[in-house]
């Protein structure tokens, strides 16, 4: 079984709503969605009937008391989960069908005890644009998204109990880990369309850290345009479906989603 955890706030539930139902449309068979919050009564029933929308998918939701910062709240949700392995799944990221398989099969063809991504889909809602960004320009071995980790529970390290960027510092416990232990990672390049990383303006880390990253790190349009009439499918593919997109592809924006087919 793989746990996927979710750790929301009472102020995310319109965005959890979508998360939620991207899980309960995972192809992958075995799993479950487990949900952490700290909110007060009236959330805890809103978080309820959400979940409750998708009656044949495995959805907990778990309250706990207000204290514990992020990095802890998602040791709690690991304790907690009854899968053997765990994947992370934030409330206001979007998550294509074949999400949770391809990185399954990945981790499966590699032998490996933990897959990330490699690439992933950036979306700026605000603007409606989407970018392509490619992870695997970092050095090596922090060529990977962390936030995209899909790992064994078993050798999980815990994370610090930070604010924002306790997945960096986890991942760097991870990877020491592996080296020490000789458990492999796999590194899942070319299926960006899978993850949508969004930025809506209330995101942990502010708007010049997303544009930061997709100015350094987006697919250039030699390497862009050969994608695009996979990723038109792919974004088609999203339940619910994703409002109306562009993306730059050097000096032209191109629709990959146009707002009628998006309504």
């Not at 949700?77 to 934030?90: F, L, P, S, T």
């Not at 990185?103 to 897959?115: E, L, N």
């Not at 603007?127 to 695997?136: I, K, P, Q, S, V």
Request: contains cysteine; proline residues 6%.
């Amino acid at each position: 079984m793989i746990s996927c955890l979710c750790v929301t706030r009472a102020d995310r539930l319109a965005m959890l709503a979508d998360a939620v139902a991207d899980f309960a449309g995972q192809d992958f068979a075995d799993r479950e969605l487990a949900i952490l919050h700290e909110g007060n009564d009236a959330a805890h029933t809103a978080i309820l009937g959400i979940a409750a929308k998708h009656p044949y998918a495995v959805i907990r939701v778990m309250r706990v008391s207000p204290g514990p910062g992020l990095g802890e709240l998602r040791n709690i949700a690991i304790a907690a989960a009854r899968g053997d392995c765990v994947c992370q799944w934030d409330d206001d990221d979007r998550y294509h069908p074949s999400r949770l398989t391809i990185q399954w099969d990945a981790a499966q063809a590699q032998g490996a005890a933990v897959c990330y991504l490699a690439d992933q889909l950036h979306w700026f809602r605000p603007d409606g644009l989407l970018f392509w960004d490619d992870w695997d320009r970092e050095a090596y071995p922090m060529n990977l998204i962390q936030g995209s980790i899909l790992a064994r529970r078993d050798i999980m390290p815990p994370y610090p109990n930070l604010p924002r960027g306790e997945d960096t510092l986890q991942t760097h416990a991870l990877l020491r880990a592996a080296a020490t232990n000789s458990f492999r990672i796999a590194r899942l390049r070319g299926a960006g369309w899978c993850y949508t990383y969004t930025f809506h303006g209330g995101n942990v880390w502010e708007a010049e850290h997303h544009r930061a990253i997709s100015a350094a790190k987006h697919l250039p349009p030699a390497r862009l345009l050969p994608r695009l009439g996979e990723l038109r499918q792919r974004l088609a593919e999203y339940r619910p479906a994703l409002s109306a997109l562009r993306m730059p592809v050097g000096t032209e924006t191109v629709a990959l989603i146009d707002p009628s087919a998006a309504s």
